[in-house]
């Protein structure tokens, strides 16, 4: 194998090649990698490594594939991945009976497959395949490539011209495939009836795992999608902005991760579906059904109603609730049923103000998990506390947060808590913090004057990092927890000082066996 490397980036060594001696003289070479080199061309001679099986010519600046490198007639592998700039492949391709790999990943000014590549009969790993309407370099190509596996992204559906063309892709004689992708590349109106057909004669193989639909002009999704036969266990609608309603999706036995983003007009979604829900910005969803088994619900920039449907979602265990932007306060009694959430997840809300004691969050004697973070206009937690199951407490950029939660001296699991860019918090609460705690963080938090008082009796802590606190000026009177075996302070002057070797500070830190105080982060 020859790898030839390039240390210097891209753009300061713009003019490699590769010399037409060297290729020459290495007759016998099995395996080339020149991936990460700015080369732009090969030179025909490469078309005399005839004992050639692997080549990868990843991420470099190539426009062009020699013609002669078709005469590779025992290549096997040829990577391509990121070649961004290349436009064409050559004509010859198809006679490069004995491929088996051919990575086009991340070459998107490639403008279509070469004439005839359905001939390629051998090959199992193809990734991308850009959909053509010139004799040779349509989807019909597929028709023999039954040997096709992993993932497959068909590019440029709306290129399909024909109908019988797509019927003749077989893609239902490929079962090797796992996770199948169709993207258009615009979403027009004018022609999604043909689109839709389009997308019901592209039905894959039921032993298909993964499924994503992308940019989808249709307005109606295929019957196929709600197969009981079908083994599908993660579906992704991204884009399919004219679709109203989903497929029969809880008829599919082992689907598992459901993600919808960007469907501007669906109204509805299926009632049996269970597993991993995502619904990113889709507006026009305001309820969603009672899923009696959904475990994992994401909701990303949606209709501030749908908000209400969570309450009946009772088998949560995970809820990531991003981007509601005219939301001040989360629905009384919204958290209540959700005995089974472990995880909580809040994060940018605009105009949210307070975790109130009529949401319900200490009532989750299940929960794990909260975070909570670009909640700027956040001014509160809920007094009655925090449920004494929670294990990690995070809390990130609330600006005008004055006082962290009360009662965290009763989260008996707390093992983790993170606070950071927090500008208005001066000091913590004078009871003291969790016995479970073992690491703390505290990061940016530009006010903050003073450490917990009674932090020497966490018995538990093992690190302690406290990063950019410019006005906390000292350690705790009564020093830090001898279990504490890492300490990391970061960008605070004031206490770098005191902590320093022969630093007033210096016998409360001596026991610490790993210890990174330092001025800035690359000192």
Known sequence: MLLLCNKSSPRENSNVTVPHDLVCTL???RSLDMSHISIKELPDSVGNLMHMRYLDLSHTDIKELPESICSLCNLQTLILVNCSKLLILPKGTKDLMNLRHLDLTGCWHLRSMPPYFGRLTSLQRLHRF????????GISELKDMNELRATLCIDRVEDIINIEDAKEANLKRKPYIHKLVLRWSRSQRV????????LECLEPHTSLRELTIDVYPGAKLPNWMGDSQSHLESIEFIHCSYCKTLPPLGQLPFLKYLTICMMLELESIGREFMGMLEVLNCPSITNLPKFPSLSDLLLDNCHERVLCSVHFLTSLS????????????????????LTALKKLKIKNLHRFKALQNELGVQDLQSLQRLEISCCPKLLSFAEKGLPSSLQHLSIDMCNTLKNLPSGLQNVF???ELHISKCPKIVSFPEEKLGISLKNLRLLSCANLESLP???HELRNLESLSIQSCPKL???PASGLPASLRSLSIMECALLKERCAEGGEDWPKIEHIPEKHIKSVLNE
Not at 191 to 198: P, V
């Open 191 to 198: 022609r999604d009836a043909i689109d839709e057909e389009l």
């Open 453 to 455: 008082v009674r932090l």
């Open 318 to 337: 995970s809820l990531e609730i991003l981007n509601f932007r005219r939301v001040d306060l989360l629905p009384d009694g919204l958290l209540q049923p």
């Open 130 to 137: 850009i959909a053509g309407n010139e004799v040779g370099s």
């Open 473 to 475: 000026a000292c350690l």
């Open 413 to 415: 699991s707390l093992e």
């Open 27 to 29: 007759r016998c070479l």
